[in-house]
């Protein structure tokens, strides 16, 4: 356990020198928020990471979180946040634990975490994402749809509408998804000013997110270490 701590730690350590080095880089005095993905991983990495000072939790499938959710010790002090493709039905429980919800990508998910949320009379905040390669296998809209998703949001009673989310396609170079992703980004902004966030960038491509605007990077392997075969 000590060790897996002290593993955790430098891993840590690690990334936020990247981002700081890759701020600099970018001429960035604003902050960043890192978003630790824990998916596939135990509700003591969790509790871990918050003590060693983590304040943002990432996951991406309802049961394994909700289920997560419930055995940590130091809940009060994270900000859960859900990252992956979510279906309808699963609405109700994802607003019981998620204070942030990144992958609303239609109108009708939309509609249901709204109404999900004011059974549990929470506010939410919410991510429109954006799919920057065209394929919508693994969520987000067409970039066309967003300002309309956006404006679907930002309707809400009880979803606080803070910008967009993207995942840069598989296999090619981030930076013209980035890029894309920050224009439009801006254009949402334009009419949603406190729609903000640029929730972008991962393990592999944190510098070119930060390049290109990310506010919010969602970090899992580097932190975490590779999938574990089985648990
Ligand atoms: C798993 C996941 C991440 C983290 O990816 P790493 O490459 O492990 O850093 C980020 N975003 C989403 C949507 C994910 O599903």
Same mark, same amino acid.
């Given at each position: 356990?000590?060790?897996?701590?002290?593993?955790?730690?430098?891993?840590?350590?690690?990334?936020?020198?990247?981002?700081?080095?890759?701020?600099?880089?970018?001429?960035?005095?604003?902050?960043?928020?890192?978003?630790?993905?824990?998916?596939?991983?135990?509700?003591?990495?969790?509790?871990?990471?918050?003590?060693?000072?983590?304040?943002?939790?990432?996951?991406?499938?309802?049961?394994?979180?909700?289920?997560?959710?419930?055995?940590?010790?130091?809940?009060?002090?994270?900000?859960?946040?859900?990252?992956?493709?979510?279906?309808?039905?699963?609405?109700?429980?994802?607003?019981?634990?998620?204070?942030?919800?990144?992958?609303?990508?239609?109108?009708? &998910?939309? =509609? $249901?975490?709204? *109404?999900?949320?004011?059974?549990?009379? !929470? %506010?939410?905040?919410?991510?429109?994402? @954006? /799919? &920057?390669? =065209? $394929?919508?296998? *693994?969520?987000?809209?067409?970039?066309? !749809? %967003?300002?309309?998703?956006?404006?679907? @949001? /930002?309707?809400?009673?009880?979803?606080?509408?803070?910008?967009?989310?993207?995942?840069?396609?598989?296999?090619?170079?981030?930076?013209? /998804?980035?890029?894309?992703?920050?224009?439009?980004?801006?254009?949402?902004?334009?009419?949603?000013?406190?729609?903000?966030?640029?929730? /972008?960038?991962?393990?592999?491509?944190?510098?070119?997110?930060?390049?290109?605007?990310?506010?919010?990077?969602?970090?899992?392997?580097?932190?975490?270490?590779?999938?574990?075969?089985?648990?």
């Amino acid at each position: 356990m000590t060790d897996r701590r002290a593993e955790l730690a430098q891993r840590l350590a690690a990334v936020r020198r990247r981002i700081e080095v890759a701020s600099e880089a970018a001429g960035r005095s604003d902050p960043v928020s890192l978003v630790v993905v824990t998916k596939f991983f135990p509700a003591s990495d969790v509790d871990l990471l918050a003590e060693l000072g983590v304040t943002d939790v990432g996951e991406n499938r309802d049961q394994e979180a909700a289920e997560k959710v419930t055995r940590l010790a130091h809940r009060e002090r994270l900000r859960v946040h859900f990252i992956g493709q979510l279906q309808t039905n699963k609405a109700g429980s994802v607003a019981r634990y998620a204070d942030v919800v990144h992958s609303l990508d239609r109108p009708k &998910l939309v =509609g $249901a975490l709204d *109404r999900a949320a004011g059974r549990e009379g !929470r %506010v939410l905040d919410a991510l429109v994402q @954006v /799919a &920057l390669d =065209g $394929a919508e296998g *693994r969520g987000g809209a067409p970039p066309e !749809r %967003v300002p309309q998703l956006a404006d679907l @949001v /930002a309707a809400s009673a009880n979803l606080r509408l803070r910008g967009l989310m993207a995942v840069a396609p598989l296999g090619q170079d981030p930076h013209p /998804a980035f890029a894309r992703l920050h224009e439009l980004a801006g254009r949402v902004r334009a009419e949603h000013p406190d729609a903000g966030w640029v929730s /972008a960038g991962m393990s592999g491509d944190l510098e070119a997110a930060i390049e290109h605007g990310a506010t919010h990077l969602r970090v899992g392997s580097a932190i975490l270490g590779s999938r574990p075969s089985h648990g």
